[in-house]
């Protein structure tokens, strides 16, 4: 996969049924989330904030490549610059610079949008979701152990943070 090739979008109805897939994908590793299913587009719509929802695509191959959006973290209004993160990536297009270009992109967008705080909580055994975090300085603040179960077995996650340093 050529870099030059990857551009930048936002995930919008029409483009739903692909990120869809790649949300699926990664689910499927059983290291990227407790959720079984990819949620439909009205769901998700309803889930992430409307600021942040970014695609990565392939020109060539015309196809989404990966996904990046932001969850809310909390209703109170003091909290409106502090969301969690989401990424995926294609199956094909892992180990490809996909993860690193929407991070950089989605830190970008979203310090332009007024977050200061960006928080994700991932799997300790996703290798690879951690080491890009880490490359971006977010710091592991804590391991939560069993926090939530996966068929029927308690899993531990990682809480990890970046704080802007533009506000």
Request: positive net charge; contains cysteine.
């Amino acid at each position: 996969m050529n870099k030059k090739n990857i551009k930048l979008g936002e995930i919008n109805k029409q483009n739903y049924e692909q990120v869809q897939k790649i949300y699926q994908q990664g689910i499927d590793t059983r290291n990227a989330s407790f959720q079984k299913n990819a949620l439909d587009f009205k769901s998700f719509d309803s889930k992430y904030l409307e600021a942040c929802r970014l695609v990565a695509f392939d020109e060539r191959k015309r196809e989404v490549v990966g996904w990046a959006a932001l969850l809310p973290v909390s209703a109170m209004e003091s909290y409106c610059g502090v969301a969690e993160l989401s990424l995926y990536v294609a199956e094909a297009a892992r180990g490809c610079g996909v993860g690193k270009f929407l991070m950089e992109e989605l830190i970008q967008v979203s310090e332009k949008a007024g977050f200061w705080t960006l928080q994700s909580l991932i799997f300790p055994e996703n290798e690879g979701s951690l080491a890009l975090h880490h490359a971006f300085g977010f710091k592991t603040l804590c391991i939560h152990e069993k926090l939530g179960k996966m068929d029927g077995v308690f899993r531990d996650v990682a809480r990890l943070e970046r704080r802007s340093s533009k506000f």
